[in-house]
């Protein structure tokens, strides 16, 4: 149900958009996420939009670097990252939370998507 895509290789310091799409009704209704999972490592939250966009989280490890926005119009999810760092290569996911909040926890999230890898290396 949800599509992420634009991961890839970038030198350190440079840019990705990622975008997460879904062919959902209720998109509009969904709190949205961006996780990443580094081998070995948790997965650990990067950013969170709630439904109605108007709020937003980020952890210190992004915050000032990550800005997640989302398009209801376009059922689409994005976020851009900027300034990316060798520490910032993982797997990315989407995921949504049918309750619409902005939630930090990924056990309230409800569908994930696919993972895109981001690798940032020189």
């Known amino acids: 149900q949800l599509q992420a895509s634009g991961g890839g290789l970038v030198h350190p310091g440079g840019s990705l958009r990622l975008s997460c799409a879904t062919s959902g009704r209720t998109f509009s209704t969904y709190g949205m996420g961006w996780f990443r999972q580094a081998p070995g490592k948790k997965r650990e939250i990067v950013a969170a939009i709630k439904w109605s966009g108007d709020i937003t989280y980020y952890p210190d490890s992004v915050k000032g670097r990550f800005t997640i926005s989302r398009d209801n119009a376009k059922n689409t999810v994005y976020l851009q990252m900027n300034s990316l760092k060798p520490e910032d290569t993982a797997v990315y996911y989407c995921?949504?939370?049918?309750?619409?909040?902005?939630?930090?926890?990924?056990?309230?999230?409800?569908?994930w998507g696919q993972g895109t890898l981001v690798t940032v290396s020189s």
């Open positions: 995921a949504a939370d049918t309750a619409g909040a902005l939630t930090i926890w990924s056990g309230n999230y409800d569908y």
